[in-house]
Structure formats: structure tokens, C-alpha cells
């Protein structure tokens, strides 16, 4: 069992470091806005970075999408913009379900402007009403003459109002589907959500009586879930790749204050109380990526099979980023504080990631429920 990194993820990390570095002077302007940063999103256009999310036949950069090599580079890129790392895992979450579920002409038509980062995709699950019960959902197409009309709302969708299409899961008769909708057809209108603690590029979508074609639907009629199943069981994995990156910054952070600043005659980095703060910090980040790069090897191999470890790596590594920034902010006082300061920034990003893609609560049921069925 070898647990070095190949020459050819070294190679993807080192790209997603000059795209970061490339950015850097973008990063506290761009997350602190909840609309594309154009300097951002041409950054990342320049990068070659979305050819991970599609497939070689469509321009992308593997045979099929490698979720350890996407886990590498959101690890490098929450570290420094969120903005940056949001727009890059949108490429993937927003057009997977074509990826594996299109029509070979809807596939030529968009996946090709998803690897060159020509246009941005948005995935619309969650509604007002209905969040981590997907099947609570209320919006759904009903047939309308040789087509189809779409007709509700979605809440807290990342890239609405930037992306050129919307890929939605819809109520299809008795059962599910994922349609595609471009983001101009007629009936479609987008608000701003809410400010978040860490803002966001995001909104409130109304479809009102779109009419889609009956082909808009992705594979066969009542595929919707599992299709969202199999978007997961790639990109939840994803989730924890940049918690990890998240912790990690956060404890160099950390770790540059505790050592250059002296209290009670000493740095701060051998005092007792500090220096096992941030020894438990580096100790619980080495075992989330561990779990983290585990699960995404399975991930690449068997999705669907491997979703309780995409789920178990989600959990684990979203709760321990939460901890890691809590303490490097305790051990910094009021430095940590600072409005904008890297460590502050890295505060906010950090909360939200409990909740999205799987709150921990939800995981941890599901996660539960297969471990009773695993164990005679």
C-alpha cells in the first residue's frame, strides 16, 4: 500500500499552487462578494483546472473525472480563495449528471464549455421548503403539448444568476427527474439569497411555466435521484478535500503567530496550553486527509458503492476544520479577530461546510443506518 502521491497528482497540485498564487492579491475582495469576481473566474479559465470535471471525449483531461485529483485541488484552493474553490467544484457539481446522464448532443453542447471554464453550470436541489428531505420537493414538469413545463422554486443555489444553464431536480409524474434548462429560456427569474455568514455567489431561482422539451429530461424518466446519488457519491468527497485545505492554512496560520509572538517570557508555541492546541490541530488534520484521499480512491473506482465513505469523510473532515479554525483563532487572541485577516476568513468559510452538500446530522443517520445493515 502506497501512500505517496503520484507524479501525476503532484503535477495538479502544482497547477491548482499557481492558480491560487495567481489570485492571491484577488482573494479577500472576491470573498467577500456574493457575485462573480471576474478576475477569479478568468483565473481559472487560464488554470486548465475545469478539464478535471469532464470527460477527455468533451474536452476534459481524463478518460473519466478522478475525484482524488479534484479533492487535491479544492484542498489548495480553499486554502486561499473560497470563491476560487466554489467556482472550481461548481464546474463539476453542476454538470456531472450530463456527464453520465445527457444525450450525446447535449453533452456536445455544454461539456466542452464546462472544461474551458466558457461558461459556469448551477445544480438547483434545495427549495424554500425542502432542504435535506430532497423528496419533499414541490417543483415538477407536467407535459404540455410535445413537451414539458416546468414550473416552481429553488433556494440557495450556488451560480444562479451567473450560469448559462440549470441542471434541476424536478417531481416527474410519481417519481424524479433532473432536467436541463438553459438560463434564458422564458420564465425564469433570480433573486439574491440572503447574506451568509460567508458570502457566496448564490440565489432564489423561480421557474414559472417554463416550457422545456420532453428530451430536456437527463436518461430515462424518473432517474433524477439516482442521478443526484451518483453527483454526490463524487463530489461530497470533494467537501472534505477542501476542509482539509481549510484546517491546514488555518494552522500554519496559527503556528506563524504562536511563534514569532512571546508571552510570560517565551513564544506563545511552548507554552503547554498552545502547544497541545495546535499538536491536536496537526493530528486531526493528517487523519482527515487520510480518510479524505481513502474515500476519494474509492469514489473513483465504485461511486455509488463507495457514498458512505464520501459521507464519513464529509463529516469527519467538515466537524474537524471547525475545530482546527476554533482553536487557531483562541491561540492567536485578538489577532484572530481582525476583520479580513486570513484566520478570519477562514472562521466564516469554515461553518457553513457543517451544513452544505449533507449537514452532519443527516450524514450521520445515513451513516449509521448502513453500519446496522453491515454488521451480522
Not at 432517474?223 to 472534505?240: H, I, K, Q, Y
Not at 490541530?281 to 455509488?304: K, N, P, V
Request: hydrophobic share 45%.
Amino acid at each position: 500500500m502506497n501512500f505517496e502521491l503520484e507524479d501525476r497528482y503532484l503535477d495538479i497540485q502544482e497547477q491548482a499552487r499557481d492558480f491560487a498564487q495567481s489570485i492571491t492579491h484577488l482573494a479577500v475582495e472576491a470573498d467577500n462578494m456574493s457575485s462573480v469576481h471576474p478576475g477569479i473566474l478568468d483565473g481559472l479559465r487560464e488554470s486548465g483546472l475545469s478539464r478535471l470535471m469532464v470527460p477527455a471525449a468533451y474536452g476534459g483531461a481524463d478518460e473519466k473525472l478522478d475525484p482524488l485529483a479534484i479533492c487535491l485541488v479544492r484542498e489548495v484552493l480553499m486554502a486561499n480563495c473560497c470563491q476560487a474553490d466554489s467556482l472550481f467544484a461548481m464546474q463539476g457539481i453542476g454538470s456531472y449528471a450530463l456527464s453520465i446522464g445527457a444525450s450525446e448532443e447535449q453533452r456536445t453542447q455544454w461539456l466542452p464549455k464546462i472544461a474551458s471554464a466558457e461558461c459556469l453550470p448551477a445544480f438547483a436541489l434545495t427549495e424554500p421548503d425542502s432542504g435535506s428531505d430532497l423528496k419533499s420537493i414541490t417543483t415538477e414538469i407536467v407535459s404540455d403539448g410535445d413537451g414539458l413545463c416546468l414550473h416552481g422554486d429553488k433556494s440557495f443555489i450556488s451560480n444562479a444568476g451567473a450560469a448559462s444553464y440549470y441542471i434541476v431536480f424536478v417531481r416527474d409524474g410519481s417519481g424524479y427527474s433532473l432536467v436541463l434548462v438553459p438560463a434564458d429560456a422564458s420564465g425564469i427569474s433570480v433573486k439574491p439569497t440572503p447574506e451568509i455568514l460567508a458570502p457566496h455567489v448564490m440565489g432564489e431561482v423561480t421557474f414559472d411555466k417554463v416550457r422545456i422539451p420532453a428530451d430536456a429530461r437527463l436518461g430515462d424518466g424518473g432517474d433524477g435521484m439516482n442521478l443526484v446519488l451518483a453527483t454526490l457519491a463524487v463530489f461530497r468527497v470533494s467537501v472534505a478535500g477542501a476542509a482539509v485545505g481549510l484546517a491546514e492554512a488555518a494552522l500554519h496560520e496559527a503556528v506563524r503567530h504562536t511563534r514569532s509572538r512571546e508571552q510570560f517570557g517565551r513564544p506563545l508555541i511552548r507554552l503547554g496550553a498552545v502547544a497541545q492546541m495546535l499538536a491536536d490541530c496537526w493530528t486531526e488534520i493528517e487523519m482527515a486527509r487520510l480518510l479524505t484521499y481513502h474515500a476519494a480512491y474509492r469514489a473513483g473506482r465504485q461511486s455509488l458503492e463507495s457514498v458512505n465513505y464520501s459521507s464519513m469523510a464529509k463529516l469527519g473532515a467538515s466537524e474537524m476544520a471547525s475545530r482546527v479554525v476554533d482553536r487557531c483563532v483562541q491561540v492567536m487572541g485578538r489577532f484572530g479577530l481582525i476583520s479580513d485577516s486570513r484566520i478570519e476568513r477562514l472562521y466564516r468559510q469554515a461553518r457553513p461546510m457543517r451544513i452544505y452538500e449533507g449537514a452532519s446530522e443527516v450524514l450521520r443517520q445515513s451513516i449509521a443506518r448502513t453500519l446496522a445493515d453491515k454488521v451480522d
